[in-house]
C-alpha cells in the first residue's frame, strides 16, 4: 500500500512557475515509479510526466516537454513537479500517482495509487 498527498498547487498567472510536490509512505519509495496527471474541467485525466527508479528515466507529455521537469528526493520519499513558462491550458487537477512496475507507462490503468490532487489554475 501507498499514501500519496500532494501539495503546492494555486492560482498564478500565465508565465510563472510553481513547484507541485508528492510524499509517499508505506512502501519503499525508491523502488517505484511515479507519476503525475491532470484533469481539466470537462476532459479526460492525462499523463504529464513520470520518473522512473534510475537517474535520468523520466518521460513527459509533448504538451509539457521542455517546460516542466519531473524529480525524485529518495530521502525525503518525495517527487517534485516543476512547472515553468505556465500556460492557461495548464489549468487542472494534478495528480501524482505509483507504479509498482519494471517500467514508465503513460497510461493511468498502470498506477495502482493515486492522491487527491492539487488544484492549479493559471489565468492569462
Known amino acids: 500500500q501507498v499514501q500519496l498527498v500532494e501539495s503546492g498547487g494555486g492560482l498564478v498567472q500565465a508565465g510563472v512557475s510553481l513547484r507541485l510536490s508528492c510524499a509517499a509512505s508505506?512502501?519503499?519509495?525508491?523502488?517505484?515509479?511515479m507519476g503525475w496527471f491532470r484533469q481539466a474541467p470537462g476532459k479526460e485525466r492525462e499523463f504529464v510526466a513520470a520518473?522512473?527508479?534510475?537517474?535520468?528515466?523520466?518521460r513527459y507529455a509533448d504538451s509539457v516537454k521542455g517546460r516542466f521537469t519531473v524529480s525524485r528526493d529518495n530521502a525525503k520519499n518525495t517527487v517534485y513537479l516543476q512547472m515553468n513558462s505556465l500556460k492557461p491550458e495548464d489549468t487542472a487537477v494534478y495528480y501524482c500517482?505509483?507504479?509498482?512496475?519494471?517500467?514508465?507507462?503513460?497510461?493511468?490503468?498502470?498506477?495502482?495509487?493515486w492522491g487527491q490532487g492539487t488544484q492549479v489554475t493559471v489565468s492569462s
Open positions: 508505506g512502501r519503499t519509495f525508491s523502488s517505484i515509479i
Open positions: 500517482a505509483a507504479d509498482a512496475g519494471a517500467i514508465i507507462r503513460v497510461g493511468q490503468t498502470a498506477y495502482e495509487y
Open positions: 520518473i522512473g527508479r534510475f537517474v535520468g528515466n523520466t
